[in-house]
C-alpha cells in the first residue's frame, strides 16, 4: 500500500522533518516503511500558497529524488498533504501520482478498490460528464476524487468530513453490490485548505493532536514557526507514527477523522460500516 501525511495547523509551519529527517519520516516510508514494503512508485506534495492548492509529483522514488527533499524543505504552510505511492491500480505514471487536485479539493490514498473496472462505470454513470473529464488518469483513486466532488456540488455547505462520509458508504455499497464478501482499503486524507478529513478503513492510521507547538526532535528543540507560539493547534495524520517522542494514536477501523477550520477535532467511528 502508499503512505499518507496530512498536516492542518492554525499556524504555517515547516514540515522539512516530517517529510524528510525524522526515523519516520515520508521519505523513508518510501523506501522501507513498517511492514518491509516500498512505496516507491510516486511522490507528491501538495500546500496552500496565496489561498491556490500548489501541488508538485513525480512519478519515481522520495528516497531517490533531489526534487522532494528540495520541495519539502522549502513548504511553509498552515494545510500540507503528502503521499509515497506502491501502484495497485493504474500505472506508474505522472498522471497517476497522488495528490490529485479537483477545483479547491484535494485527495491522496492508500488502499485499492476490488473490481475497479466495474465500479468505474459506476462511477462514471452517475457523475457529470464535466466532472469525468477531469479525470486525467486510471487510478480509483481519482475517480474517488470526482465522485467526492459530485457529492460536494450537490450540497456545498457540507463538511468535509459529512461529504467523505457519504461518498465512501455509496462506494462501498457499489463494491458489496459487485462482491459481498471483497472488502477493498480506503484510506484517504481530503482537504479543501481550510478543513482537513480522513478515513480509516482496513489500512493503518494514525494522528497526533497537538495544542502546542512540538519542538522538534531532529533540530534540537526548533518549533519550526515564525509567529507567536502561544495559540498554536495543529493535526497530524500518517500511515504510520511519523515521530517518536510523541504519543502517536490509532484510528479505529472504519471511522472518518474532521478537523474543522478552527481545528476543532472529532472521530466519528464506525460510520464506514
Given at each position: 500500500m502508499c503512505r499518507l501525511y496530512g498536516l492542518i495547523s492554525s499556524h504555517p509551519r515547516k514540515v522539512e522533518c516530517d517529510l524528510i529527517q525524522s526515523q519516520h519520516s515520508l521519505l523513508h516510508q518510501s523506501e522501507h516503511d513498517v511492514s518491509g514494503n516500498q512505496n516507491s512508485q510516486g511522490w507528491g506534495l501538495e500546500n496552500f500558497v496565496k489561498n491556490q492548492?500548489?501541488?508538485?509529483?513525480?512519478?519515481q522514488a522520495a528516497f531517490e529524488s533531489d526534487e522532494f527533499r528540495w520541495q519539502a524543505a522549502k513548504i511553509h504552510s498552515k494545510q500540507v498533504i503528502s503521499h509515497v505511492r506502491r501502484a495497485t491500480v493504474?500505472?506508474?505514471?505522472?498522471?497517476?501520482?497522488?495528490p490529485f487536485v479537483h477545483h479547491g479539493l484535494i485527495l491522496a490514498h492508500n488502499g485499492h478498490i476490488d473490481h475497479f473496472p466495474i465500479i468505474r462505470e459506476k462511477i462514471l454513470s452517475v457523475i457529470t460528464e464535466e466532472e469525468s473529464k477531469w479525470i486525467k488518469g486510471d487510478t480509483d483513486s481519482e475517480h474517488i476524487l470526482a465522485y467526492l466532488h459530485y457529492i460536494y456540488h450537490q450540497d456545498p455547505n457540507a463538511?468535509?468530513?459529512?461529504?467523505?462520509?457519504?461518498?465512501?458508504?455509496?462506494?462501498?455499497?457499489?463494491?458489496?453490490?459487485?462482491?459481498?464478501?471483497?472488502e477493498s482499503a480506503l484510506n484517504i486524507v481530503f482537504s479543501n485548505g481550510k478543513e482537513m478529513a480522513a478515513s480509516c478503513y482496513n489500512c493503518s492510521?494514525?494522528?497526533?493532536?497537538?495544542?502546542?507547538?512540538?519542538p522538534c526532535q531532529i533540530c534540537s528543540g526548533e518549533l519550526h514557526i515564525n509567529e507567536d507560539p502561544k495559540s498554536y493547534q495543529a493535526v497530524v495524520i500518517a500511515s504510520e507514527p511519523i515521530t517518536t517522542d510523541e504519543e502517536w494514536k490509532e484510528i479505529p477501523?472504519?471511522?472518518?477523522?474532521?478537523?474543522d477550520s478552527?481545528?476543532?477535532?472529532?472521530?466519528?467511528?464506525?460510520?464506514?460500516?
Open positions: 492548492a500548489h501541488v508538485v509529483k513525480q512519478p493504474g500505472n506508474v505514471s505522472l498522471e497517476n501520482t497522488h463538511s468535509l468530513a459529512t461529504i467523505l462520509t457519504r461518498g465512501l458508504r455509496k462506494i462501498i455499497q457499489m463494491i458489496r453490490e459487485v462482491d459481498p464478501d471483497k492510521l494514525y494522528f497526533i493532536e497537538r495544542d502546542a507547538v512540538h477501523n472504519r471511522s472518518i477523522i474532521e478537523v478552527i481545528l476543532s477535532f472529532k472521530i466519528h467511528k464506525n460510520v464506514l460500516s
